[in-house]
């Protein structure tokens, strides 16, 4: 009776590692196959981002080359696991970067990567504020080319301005919508300087289709030298759009630079 006994607890034995061999078997090929399942979705997401950039580069050089006033809409798609923070995905350079550097770059941070085109045009503008599809409007201002909302036209889409220490100095921005939907806007500054304090009037209002005048309230200080850069976000928010599925919300991106003199 040993010997049939023992026959079977060896046989039991070669059966649990048969079996304990497949589940591993099984398992290693679920990991790899998920491994590569991931890698296959992030190299096509990257594709995207990569035909969106280049589209974007392409057409800033084109409406570049042509000069003041010409533009053009671009369908560009944004993948999901894109990371749209200002820092991570910019157009021109992101808001950190010093004056010197050259905003010539369009940069989409996807799956941990960025996909990246340099133009010859200086740039301006912002990324959708969502994934999916969007269209984006890129125009020419003769020394640079702005990328943004099809939204609302800003105007001038980059502020450059100067005022002397002490003195309260102000701008006038304009938003032309161009859809005659109800268009909420909400302004805010990236940014801000104990020795120049920078007020936006209004920061948040309703329109529909009417232009709207935003006032900039520059207030340097005696202390207050150099010059000094913000970013002014606009935030587009739309009731019931009429222009196309993907434009309910939106955002863009106002460079501002100020000069103290004297």
């Given at each position: 009776?040993?010997p049939?006994?023992n026959?079977?607890?060896?046989?039991?034995?070669?059966?649990?590692?048969?079996?304990?061999?497949?589940?591993?078997?099984?398992?290693?090929?679920?990991?790899?196959?998920?491994?590569?399942?991931?890698?296959f979705?992030?190299?096509?997401?990257?594709?995207?981002?990569?035909?969106?950039?280049?589209?974007?580069?392409?057409?800033?050089?084109?409406?570049?080359?042509?000069?003041?006033?010409?533009?053009?809409?671009?369908?560009?798609?944004?993948?999901?696991?894109?990371?749209?923070?200002?820092?991570?995905?910019?157009i021109?350079?992101?808001?950190?970067?010093?004056?010197?550097?050259?905003?010539?770059?369009?940069?989409?941070?996807?799956?941990?990567?960025?996909?990246?085109?340099?133009?010859?045009?200086?740039?301006?503008?912002?990324?959708?504020?969502?994934?999916?599809?969007?269209?984006?409007?890129?125009?020419?201002?003769?020394?640079?080319?702005?990328?943004?909302?099809?939204?609302?036209?800003?105007?001038?889409?980059?502020?450059?301005?100067?005022?002397?220490?002490?003195?309260?100095?102000?701008?006038?921005?304009?938003?032309?919508?161009?859809?005659?939907?109800?268009?909420?806007?909400?302004?805010?500054?990236?940014?801000?300087?104990?020795?120049?304090?920078?007020?936006?009037?209004?920061?948040?209002?309703?329109?529909?289709?009417?232009?709207?005048?935003?006032?900039?309230?520059?207030?340097?200080?005696?202390?207050?030298?150099?010059?000094?850069?913000?970013?002014?976000?606009?935030n587009?928010?739309?009731?019931?759009?009429?222009?196309?599925?993907?434009?309910?919300?939106?955002?863009?991106?106002?460079?501002?630079?100020?000069?103290?003199?004297?």
């Amino acid at each position: 009776m040993q010997p049939h006994a023992n026959a079977k607890a060896q046989a039991s034995a070669e059966i649990i590692a048969v079996l304990g061999i497949m589940l591993l078997a099984v398992l290693t090929f679920t990991v790899l196959s998920s491994n590569l399942l991931f890698d296959f979705g992030s190299q096509k997401e990257q594709q995207t981002a990569r035909q969106t950039v280049q589209a974007l580069a392409k057409a800033a050089d084109e409406v570049y080359s042509q000069g003041k006033g010409a533009s053009t809409i671009v369908q560009i798609t944004i993948p999901p696991s894109a990371n749209l923070s200002i820092e991570k995905s910019f157009i021109g350079k992101p808001p950190s970067a010093s004056s010197e550097i050259f905003p010539n770059t369009i940069n989409l941070h996807v799956a941990g990567t960025d996909i990246y085109e340099n133009t010859l045009a200086p740039l301006a503008g912002s990324f959708p504020l969502l994934p999916g599809e969007h269209q984006v409007k890129v125009s020419s201002h003769g020394t640079f080319v702005s990328i943004g909302s099809s939204l609302v036209e800003v105007s001038p889409p980059a502020v450059f301005h100067y005022g002397k220490k002490g003195q309260v100095s102000s701008y006038k921005l304009r938003l032309v919508p161009s859809v005659p939907d109800n268009l909420h806007f909400e302004l805010n500054l990236i940014k801000s300087y104990p020795h120049l304090p920078l007020t936006v009037f209004p920061s948040s209002f309703s329109t529909s289709g009417a232009s709207v005048d935003v006032t900039l309230y520059f207030q340097p200080s005696a202390l207050a030298g150099g010059t000094y850069q913000w970013d002014l976000l606009i935030n587009t928010t739309v009731a019931s759009p009429s222009c196309f599925p993907n434009c309910q919300n939106d955002f863009l991106i106002v460079p501002i630079v100020f000069e103290v003199r004297g």
